[in-house]
């Protein structure tokens, strides 16, 4: 026994060096994590709203945290904030109308029944004007599509279908039953706006794709009233509804159409069948109540790549740390949506300061404000952004990275999603898939790409990394999909599986460091 002591002791310090230094280099903790989702998750946090002085501290804590680790604050006057203005108040009813003149007939439509707000800007606006069926509202020249081309589109408002053309057809020559970013409204509304358009309706689904799900507790959207929240600029100014298809139908009854017909007129061929109603003159105006600006700000940070060409790239690691703050008193504390997602921007930020050698490329970190309010700072960022989008290799956003998912669109499996990671957006960004499956071999992560084929409930389109895609900059987003208290006050920090959050923060820290040290770029691929 005596003799076995010296070995014992040996390979006792051989296994503390060896995990001295793992620590030193990857110091990637469970502990840690909780510790900060502690905080920012704490009832003093007050849900950090965008704009509250919760989350304002929010902010200043992320920004002592990059400050400690030496990045370089890239943000305004030399800082690690990126200041941007966001105008704030409740919509006015009494001011937002739908009014369609067909001839001489005029009919009035009621809001929140016949048609319905959509985000755009906070510019109280009235317009009257002739009124244009632009199909599905895309511009899509890598799929030779264009719903715009052969009529014209200024001065009017524009009635435009939702999704894209062929949606529900694995062969469509868009990307099958999958979801471009051409059929999401944030990018509908930026292309009928740059036409030269005043006014857009959008067509809402007859059928909704999504099934309802069972919330815990009450929705933040169903708790109470909410002001609007929009970027001061010229971002979606114009003014947008959602309409009924039955509303749409009365409308195009005057030209012998309904939305079916046009659809399929579309649909059965792939190509744009657009057309002018010439008769019909629509009024829309939107109004508002005690309008302010206030100050949002991004979170940013720079790790300077250590290679003279290579460093002019970056691959930018995200994730939002607002969430809804305090709704008819209840708080929405977001430890999961997207204390989650901050965290791992730090986290990923420690591991790569700790290497004994920096990557090749440059690695931006930012935490996002407004993700909640329309994915505003992301917004905001890919117009003003802080390195050149051209030189922006790749996008690794996380939102929400801390539950297991439990959705009524999707079958929960035997063994409860309890080690699973949704990885959404590869279909156009197989080189990181491969990346992000390389890395997985040492973690043991259950990756699923099922919104790669069909994706009920917007996934693509619904976190900050869709900003990026929009201007083909590749990009992924890693989320552990939505559960009963999703959104409610039952988002708590003793609630996050985090093991597995550990393990998802491990991987795309290796992932971003593959990313940033491989010569080769990674593609977009339409």
Not at 59 to 72: D, H, Q, R, V
Not at 347 to 360: M, N, T, V
Not at 428 to 433: A, F, G, L, P
Request: glycine share 8%.
């Amino acid at each position: 026994m005596k003799k076995l002591l010296p070995v014992i002791f040996f390979s006792s310090l051989l296994s503390f060096a060896l995990w001295a230094q793992k620590q030193a280099t990857d110091p990637i903790s469970t502990e840690d994590i909780k510790a900060q989702m502690f905080f920012l998750a704490a009832d003093e946090m007050a849900g950090r709203d965008a704009t509250s002085p919760e989350g304002r501290i929010a902010a200043n804590y992320i920004a002592s945290e990059f400050m400690s680790m030496g990045l370089k604050p890239v943000g305004d006057a030399e800082t690690y904030f990126q200041n941007f203005d966001m105008t704030i108040g409740p919509m006015d009813p009494a001011e937002t109308s739908l009014k369609v003149k067909i001839g001489p007939s005029e009919k009035t439509y009621a809001l929140g029944h016949d048609f319905m707000w959509t985000r755009q800007s906070a510019h109280p606006t009235q317009v009257s004007a002739p009124l244009v069926f632009a199909g599905y509202g895309i511009n899509a020249p890598e799929y030779g599509y264009n719903d715009f081309s052969g009529i014209d589109v200024r001065g009017k408002v524009v009635m435009v279908l939702n999704r894209e053309p062929q949606a529900n057809d694995p062969n469509s020559k868009f990307k099958g039953r999958w979801d471009t970013v051409h059929s999401y409204a944030w990018d509908k509304i930026e292309e009928v706006r740059k036409a030269g358009a005043v006014g857009l309706l959008i067509i809402t689904d007859k059928v909704p794709r999504r099934k309802q799900r069972i919330a815990s507790a009450t929705p933040n959207y169903l708790a109470g009233p909410a002001p609007e929240y929009a970027l001061s600029g010229s971002l979606w100014d114009l003014p947008i509804f959602s309409i009924t298809p039955e509303v749409a139908n009365e409308i195009l009854a005057s030209v012998g159409k309904t939305v079916e017909s046009a659809q399929s007129a579309i649909d059965a061929t792939g190509t744009p069948a657009s057309f002018d109603l010439s008769n019909v003159t629509v009024s829309m105006s939107k109004g508002f109540k005690n309008l302010e600006v206030r100050k949002a700000r991004n979170v940013v940070g720079l790790l300077e790549g250590s290679d003279p060409q290579l460093k002019n790239e970056v691959v930018i690691v995200t994730g939002h740390y607002d969430h809804v703050g305090v709704v008819s008193g209840r708080i929405y504390r977001g430890a999961d949506d997207n204390a989650s997602g901050a965290i791992g921007v730090i986290e990923i930020a420690k591991a790569l300061c700790a290497l004994p050698k920096r990557p090749k490329r440059s690695v931006l970190f930012i935490t996002w404000d407004a993700e909640e309010r329309g994915l505003l700072g992301a917004f905001y960022y890919v117009d003003h952004p802080i390195i050149p989008l051209k030189d922006t290799v790749a996008n690794l956003n996380m939102d929400m990275i801390g539950r297991d998912e439990v959705s009524s669109n999707w079958p929960t499996p035997a063994d409860g999603n309890h080690n699973m990671v949704n990885v959404v957006g590869t279909l156009y960004n197989r080189d990181i898939k491969q990346v992000i499956e390389t890395q997985n071999r040492g973690i043991g992560l259950k990756l699923d790409y099922k919104t790669d084929t069909v994706d009920p409930e917007s996934w693509f389109a619904r976190s900050d990394h869709f900003c990026f895609a929009m201007h083909g900059v590749p990009m992924v987003l890693f989320n552990t999909g939505e559960q009963a208290d999703y959104h409610t006050e039952n988002d708590t920090w003793d609630r996050i599986n985090y093991p597995k959050m550990e393990k998802i923060v491990r991987l795309i820290y290796l992932s971003s460091l593959d990313i940033a040290n491989s010569d080769p770029r990674p593609k977009f691929t339409p």
